[in-house]
């Protein structure tokens, strides 16, 4: 079955960097897309960035702009979020997510229809 | 980016009744927009695509209407597995804000 398989947990301190992974399997790896989604304790599902697995190419939201980058592994059907200068505001659970394409004659339509289980960082000095 | 913003933030209902949930786009986004249902500790479920498209399993109480800027989430008789919080997400090739949620809880 189709599965997402996340990292473990890290605590990290402000200005580290952490590098989150994400294995696919179950599904031709190079025909999804992928978003990393983030949420904070007690907040709401903030978008990062996609990965596009088949070129590499990427996108991220401006917030993160500066400070993620998203890479992938096309032998070992892999996805990594790395998130640098890390402040304590970063302190949330990280998930990565499929992207789903339907298309008709017209456009394409997105929605993500699997998540990972998500991995939590914290930052804490 | 494009944002979301979502109406109410919170919103009280007892079991049975309708619920609608808005979603505002800062530009038009077509139907480019996706429902999701999220419980605690627990990924979001998709409910609707393409703005009014139900997944597949997911109960004919809840339906999306809408294009452009201004979107709808209606659960038409509130079941107590229902609450929950509920995002909305504009998705396109490069991009997949999401609002900033409602969370449903029981009167």
């Known amino acids: 079955q189709v599965q997402l398989v996340q990292s473990g947990a890290e605590v990290k301190k402000p200005g580290a960097s952490v590098k989150v992974s994400c294995k696919a399997s179950?599904?031709?790896?190079?025909?999804?897309?992928m978003h990393w989604v983030r949420q904070a304790p007690g907040q709401g599902l903030e978008w990062m960035g996609i990965?596009?697995?088949?070129?590499?190419?990427?996108s991220y939201a401006q917030k993160f702009q500066d400070r993620v980058t998203m890479t992938r592994d096309t032998s070992t059907s892999t996805v990594y979020m790395e998130l640098s200068s890390l402040r304590s505001e970063d302190t949330a659970v990280y998930y990565c997510?499929?992207?789903?394409?339907?298309?008709?004659?017209?456009?394409?339509?997105?929605?993500?229809?699997?998540w990972g289980k998500g991995t939590t960082v914290t930052v804490s000095s | 980016d494009i944002q979301l913003t979502q109406s109410p933030s919170f919103l009280s209902a007892s079991v049975g009744d309708r619920v609608t949930i808005t979603c505002r786009a800062s530009?038009?986004?077509?139907?480019?927009l996706a429902w999701y249902q999220q419980k605690p500790g627990k990924a979001p479920k998709l409910l609707i695509y393409?703005?009014?498209t139900l997944q597949s399993g997911v109960p004919s109480r809840f339906s999306g209407s809408g294009s452009g800027t201004e979107f709808t989430l209606t659960i038409t008789s509130l079941q107590p597995e229902d609450f929950a919080t509920y995002y909305c997400?504009?998705?396109?090739?490069?991009?997949?804000?999401f609002g900033g949620g409602t969370k449903v809880e029981i009167k």
């Open positions: 997400q504009q998705l396109n090739s490069y991009s997949g804000t």
């Open positions: 393409a703005a009014s």
């Open positions: 179950g599904y031709t790896f190079t025909s999804y897309y």
């Open positions: 997510a499929r992207v789903r394409t339907v298309s008709t004659s017209a456009t394409k339509y997105y929605y993500v229809d699997v």
């Open positions: 990965i596009i697995p088949s070129g590499g190419r990427t």
């Open positions: 530009q038009g986004i077509s139907s480019y």
